[in-house]
Nanobody, 125 residues
Framework: HVQLVESGGGSVQPGGSMRLSCAVSASNFPGYCVGWFRQAPGKEREGVATIAPGAVTTFYADSVRGRFTISRDNTKKSVYLQMNSLKPEDTATYYC??????????????????WGQGTQVTVSS
């Protein structure tokens, strides 16, 4: 059974930075694709960033590329999202997600099947 717990959300002014963390309880964490998705009120959930098991291959939504950085620490069974130059349109509930990597590219997709409960990020002046 895989459990994911996010932390690090809150409020920040436009242009600010924030770091999200996700602790993953999985017996073989290095074998999972992991990533971040978000959902704003009245909008569909969208993929933000994902990372493959080896921590080298990453995928980003066009809207965050160059501002957000995803990373993982397989020894700590954790995944992180460093968010810089935040904009009001980044306001959303951010979810950590995982997917067993066998046969998968780990790209942003609807295949991710393990989810955390989410953490709120609000960007406002």
């Amino acid at each position: 059974h895989v459990q994911l717990v996010e932390s690090g959300g809150g409020s920040v002014q436009p242009g600010g930075s924030m770091r999200l963390s996700c602790a993953v309880s999985a017996s073989n964490f290095p074998g999972y694709c992991v990533g971040w998705f978000r959902q704003a009120p009245g909008k569909e959930r969208e993929g933000v960033a994902t990372i493959a098991p080896g921590a080298v291959t990453t995928f980003y939504a066009d809207s965050v590329r160059g501002r957000f950085t995803i990373s993982r620490d397989n020894t700590k069974k954790s995944v992180y999202l460093q968010m810089n130059s935040l904009k009001p349109e980044d306001t959303a509930t951010y979810y950590c997600a995982a997917l067993w990597s066998l046969g998968k590219t780990c790209a942003l997709s609807n295949d991710y099947n393990y989810w955390g409960q989410g953490t709120q990020v609000t960007v406002s002046s």
